[in-house]
């Protein structure tokens, strides 16, 4: 049975009994047409309840519904910002890889490099734009990188 379906059910229900209340008031029954005035209401009232129910179920459902959505969209948005970010990043690292070869080359810090793993002008294993982004994301950034212990 559905919600509905039992929401249909309680109003019949209460239907009956008003009829019956009637009838027993019409009869001088006033006892029982009493019992069945009070049946009548007791079965409008679930009714009442459960269509209040139905639509406070629905409208948490809308809410939920609607939150996901704006928490899936905020999520696209940063995937997006963190991919233009690293986009960046990583044409930074070409510019000053392209410009000035290997960072040891101009800097005080030919023991980073070399404690590193060296650099392509240093006869290492790792090319200068990963080195330069090693550099930039812990010296300048103060960051971590995985290579780092």
């Known amino acids: 049975m ?11 229900i ?9 009838y027993e ?13 009070q049946c009548a209401a007791d079965h ?3 009714a009442e309840w459960l269509t209040d129910y ?30 233009t970010l690293r986009e960046f990043n990583d044409k930074i690292y070409d510019v000053l890889s392209e410009q ?8 005080l810090i030919d023991e980073y490099m070399l404690k590193n793993g060296g650099c392509d002008d240093c006869g290492g294993a790792i090319p200068d734009k990963e080195f330069w982004s090693r550099y930039i994301q812990t010296k300048l950034i103060g960051g971590r990188t995985d290579e780092e212990p």
Do not use: W
């Open 2 to 12: 559905t919600i509905d379906q039992e929401i249909k059910h309680q109003e019949e």
């Open 14 to 22: 209460s239907d009956r009994y008003a009829r019956m209340s009637e």
């Open 25 to 37: 008031e019409n009869n001088g029954n006033d006892g029982i047409a009493k019992d069945c005035a």
């Open 44 to 46: 409008r009232q679930l």
């Open 54 to 83: 139905k639509e406070l179920r629905n409208s948490l459902g809308a809410v939920k519904l609607n939150n996901m959505k704006e928490a899936l969209e905020l999520i696209r948005a940063y995937k997006a910002e963190n991919a």
């Open 100 to 107: 000035f070869g290997c960072p040891c080359n101009f800097s």
